[in-house]
């Protein structure tokens, strides 16, 4: 079993739409929590990171970390097509000087936001 | 300002041959990592540099890999005697803060 799972999708939603991209956890040392955007041929760039439980906005995103649950939730409000592209989760447990190769990430889910 | 650029963005190459990956980082981001991406795979790390520290090469999957940073800036990835399994996305990412911040775009390595 993997540590983080991730539904590859593809997933495709109508513009407008509100998505939800998930992550299960097996680690219960994990306590940051990550969310990156991948468009086609590019790097991951880094879109929300969060600590331990609860909620964070920012504009049309929300993460939401249940850690009772390992579970993590990347939520888009009001899609737009310029949303399509590969997300991926990532977790850690306590960042430290030597904490890149803590960083797991999740296999990433494919999102098409149709116009 | 200019992000993380690596070069080249393509690269074919003969089984057994060796290849050089080239990054470089964000200026003055004091830290700059490697990570391999397969397809429908996550990234996987391979080495993480920190100023003048000892890299951190518990990622690296086997000593043909090896990676220099030079000056605390640029950054070169060697592959010896490259094998059809390390065929992948090979990212590099930099920043200043403990979190992986700005990738660049990477170089596809296709290993025949």
């Known amino acids: 079993q993997k540590e983080v799972e991730q539904d590859p999708g593809p997933l495709s939603v109508p513009e407008g739409a509100i998505v939800s991209l998930n992550c299960t956890y097996s680690?219960?040392?994990?306590?940051?929590f990550m969310w990156y955007r991948q468009y086609s041929r590019k790097g991951p760039e880094l879109l929300m990171y969060t600590y331990s439980s609860g909620n964070k906005e920012d504009g049309r995103f929300t993460a939401q970390v249940d850690k009772s649950s390992k579970y993590i939730s990347l939520f888009i409000r009001d899609s737009q097509p310029s949303d399509s592209a590969t997300y991926l989760c990532?977790?850690?447990?306590?960042?430290?000087?030597?904490?890149?190769?803590?960083?797991?990430f999740g296999s990433g889910t494919q999102l098409t936001v149709l116009p | 300002g200019a992000g993380v650029s690596q070069s080249p963005s393509n690269k074919v190459t003969e089984k057994g041959k060796d290849v050089e990956l080239r990054c470089d980082p964000i200026s003055g981001h004091t830290a700059l990592y490697w990570y391999r991406q397969s397809l429908g795979q996550g990234l996987e790390f391979l080495i993480y540099f920190q100023g003048n520290s000892a890299p951190d090469k518990s990622g690296l999957p086997s000593d043909r890999f090896s990676a220099e940073r030079t000056g605390g800036s640029v950054s070169t990835l060697t592959i010896q005697r490259t094998q059809q399994e390390d065929s992948a996305v090979y990212l590099c990412?930099?920043?200043?803060?403990?979190?992986?911040?700005?990738f660049g775009p990477g170089t596809r390595l296709t290993v025949l």
């Open positions: 680690n219960s040392a994990f306590q940051y």
């Open positions: 990532a977790m850690s447990g306590l960042i430290s000087s030597g904490s890149a190769r803590q960083l797991t």
């Open positions: 990412a930099s920043s200043l803060g403990r979190l992986v911040e700005y």
